[in-house]
Nanobody, 124 residues
Framework: QVQLVESGGGLVQAGGSLRLSCAAS????????MGWFRQAPGKEREFVAG????????EYADSVKGRFTISRDNAKNTVYLQMNSLKPEDTAVYYC?????????????????WGQGTQVTVSS
């Protein structure tokens, strides 16, 4: 019942920044926690960051702590992922997703609705 559309991906040089956006529709946005996952070719989908529906809890993968920031704007039904100091290993398709959990799951099984993804490529 939730439709998610990611945007903001692209090609950047190492050390650069991007901001990903995920626009949601179809159901009350504020009642879902939100997360970002990423998947590189030949790799499993991995947790990047998440934010609870109360906007009290946030979680980050160790690999992005201090560089990425997740936030949400309930009035715009949008969640963001600000990515700074990008590294080539950040290259992946990034997916926006929702969770009914109170907290922030760190595995795909904890999430239900998924967007189609947006490509992020970081050149060395």
């Amino acid at each position: 019942q939730v439709q998610l559309v990611e945007s903001g991906g692209g090609l950047v040089q190492a050390g650069g920044s991007l901001r990903l956006s995920c626009a949601a529709s179809g159901r009350t946005f504020s009642n879902y926690g939100m997360g970002w996952f990423r998947q590189a070719p030949g790799k499993e989908r991995e947790f990047v960051a998440g934010i609870s529906w109360r906007t009290v809890l946030t979680e980050y993968a160790d690999s992005v702590k201090g560089r990425f920031t997740i936030s949400r704007d309930n009035a715009k039904n949008t969640v963001y992922l600000q990515m700074n100091s990008l590294k080539p290993e950040d290259t992946a398709v990034y997916y926006c997703t929702t969770t009914p959990a109170i907290g922030v799951p760190r595995t795909s099984a904890g999430y239900n609705y998924w967007g189609q993804g947006t490509q992020v490529t970081v050149s060395s």
